[in-house]
């Protein structure tokens, strides 16, 4: 049988550890820490996103049952600080003075009217990628720093589209966002659904917690812990610059 929530979140032995992806996850700390030491007022997210290896690159998302495994396996615990409901928005990404930025719009589910998120400039500062198990299975680790852009274009034409609907937890400084996708480069044509998991964390600590909550996702989906080996590394990407405004 598959662990129960509350034991996943209160009991970190529950599950194994990895010392690699531990180890990648401090590093990503310190580097927040020094990036909000130079620029306090950038908002610097920690995030895990789920998915696989294909063409010896990363590609975003779950199968739709796996997808849907985790989301029943989160409903069923109560003990959730914030139960966000499903809810809608669309990322547009647009060109501003050669950098791209995006814009969220926010629908409303009372009276479908529409928010309009601030632009914001976003750049991922490291990044590690690691196959979880011979699956194919894998995640990927990133830090990005983000900021609102101080005088975006009036009128501008989107160069990629994302239509979000998601469903979202959250268990003190960890959140775990389930989010079905359709992108594409206009506000008509778009390709085939997604299925996107990751988790996000807000701490200045917590790399051990971190790795525990990631295999509650894969605990999540009925995937065997006990007999996988450590992670493999596939790839490292790292530079410290904070977005400009």
Not at 26 to 51: M, N, Q
Not at 165 to 176: N, V
Not at 215 to 222: F, T
């Amino acid at each position: 049988d598959r662990p129960v929530m509350s034991e996943l979140l209160h009991t970190p032995s529950a599950v194994p550890r990895d010392r690699s992806l531990q180890a990648a996850i401090r590093e990503c700390l310190d580097v927040k820490a020094e990036l909000l030491a130079r620029r306090p007022t950038v908002h610097v997210e920690l995030e895990v996103r789920f998915g696989r290896i294909d063409g010896g690159g990363f590609v975003p998302g779950l199968t739709p049952d796996d997808h849907a495994s985790c989301i029943e396996y989160m409903e069923a615990y109560e003990g959730w600080s914030e139960d966000v409901a499903w809810n809608r928005t669309t990322d547009y990404f647009f060109n501003n003075r050669g950098r791209s930025v995006r814009q969220t719009v926010a629908v409303d589910p009372d009276d479908y009217s529409y928010c309009n998120h601030p632009v914001i400039s976003k750049q991922t500062c490291v990044t590690f990628v690691f196959e979880v198990d011979e699956h194919h299975r894998a995640i990927k680790l990133s830090l990005a720093s983000e900021a609102a852009v101080d005088d975006p274009p009036k009128i501008a034409r989107p160069t990629w589209v994302r239509k979000k609907y998601r469903r979202s937890f959250r268990a003190g400084d960890t959140r775990f966002d389930f989010t079905i996708v359709q992108s594409g480069r206009n506000k008509t044509e778009f390709g085939p659904h997604t299925y996107e998991a990751e988790i996000e964390h807000d701490g200045a600590d917590g790399a051990a917690k971190l790795v525990h909550n990631v295999w509650q996702m894969y605990a999540a989906q009925g995937v065997d812990l006990d007999s996988r080996g450590p992670c493999v590394l596939v790839s490292r990407d790292y530079r410290t610059t904070a977005p400009t405004t």
